[in-house]
């Protein structure tokens, strides 16, 4: 285990923004994590836990704890179960699953990061979530250092959102899914469409952490449905959606194209703020709190982020 100093996290995040690290260190084993945790228990640090960095925004001010990296990888499969460490790609998860002609993460095909910020957020596409696959989540307590494992429904799944991201005491060391069995033709062929379905409406030429908010469930959204279309006939686009599309409301604000410094809204797809290329987290901040106020100020509709926020803003 080697923990170095003043380490920018740019790099670490698909934004490519972000402060320095006080402390850094990348884990690839339980007992490495065992180690980081107990020195900075020891120091009375802050610790941070870096997975790929793809749903999370670092403030430019850095982090003045520890921040570890989990890097612990593997992937077994037995029958209809697989278990995944949660340093590993979400892309290999998929790819493997498909291998075994075992289906049920055909939605994730395209999706960035680990299979433990997966979990975390409880990722998803197309309707579907990882929560639907989950059997046992295996965890290790920031305070006690005990490790525990959570049953499905001990996990508190709900649309992006779990217990490991409402109470981040327990870090995520792997998973244990239940998959369907299937024929690998056919799950390829579900991936390649859902493939060209990401491309032809995600925008992912530019520097991002993805849709960079929460999409809204249709009860949750302050107003009757039925009174907002009468209000807004233009929702009549998206009554038939699983969700009201955050990116909709935000293109309909009238914020396509629209920057602060370096970051702006993708034309492409309104629920992706890019990084030209040397935007900070202040720019993207400012720019995702414009996107709040004028949706708000046109709809009534409040969005939520679904992108982490990390340090002081």
């Not at 850095?62 to 209809?80: E, H, M, N, Y």
């Not at 907002?228 to 038939?240: A, H, Q, R």
Request: charged letters at 25%; hydrophobic letters at 40%.
């Amino acid at each position: 285990m080697k923990i170095e100093e003043n380490i920018s996290l740019a790099p670490f995040t698909t934004f490519k923004v972000g402060g320095i690290a006080r402390y850094f260190v990348s884990v690839s084993d339980k007992q490495e994590l065992f180690d980081a945790l107990l020195w900075a228990k020891d120091k009375g640090l802050l610790i941070f836990i870096l997975g790929g960095g793809s749903n999370v925004l670092i403030s430019d001010s850095g982090f003045a704890g520890l921040v570890i990296r989990i890097q612990i990888k593997g992937l077994s499969i037995d029958g209809l179960r697989i278990v995944a460490s949660s340093g590993e790609s979400l892309a290999k998860l998929v790819q493997s699953s498909a291998e075994h002609s075992l289906s049920g993460l055909e939605w994730a095909v395209g999706i960035p990061g680990t299979v433990g910020g997966a979990v975390r957020g409880n990722a998803g596409a197309f309707g579907k979530s990882i929560s639907l696959n989950i059997e046992e989540v295996e965890t290790i307590n920031l305070d006690t250092l005990a490790v525990k494992k959570f049953n499905r429904e001990e996990c508190l799944f709900d649309y992006r959102e779990s217990l490991f991201k409402k109470d981040p005491r327990f870090i995520i060391l792997s998973v244990v899914l239940k998959m369907k069995q299937g024929k690998e033709d056919e799950i390829r062929n579900i991936m390649i469409e859902n493939t060209k379905s990401r491309a032809s409406s995600c925008d992912y030429c530019g520097k991002s952490a993805g849709c960079f908010f929460k999409n809204i469930s249709w009860d949750n959204i302050g107003i009757d449905k039925e009174k907002l279309i009468s209000t807004f006939p233009l929702f009549k686009k998206v009554e038939n959606k699983y969700k009201l599309p955050a990116g909709f409301l935000i293109q309909e604000a009238g914020l396509s194209g629209v920057n602060i410094g370096e970051a702006f809204v993708s034309e492409k797809h309104c629920n992706y703020i890019l990084n030209k290329g040397n935007a900070t987290a202040k720019d993207v901040r400012s720019l995702a709190e414009l996107c709040k106020k004028k949706v708000y100020e046109k709809f009534k509709i409040k969005i939520e982020e679904e992108v982490q926020l990390v340090g002081n803003f």
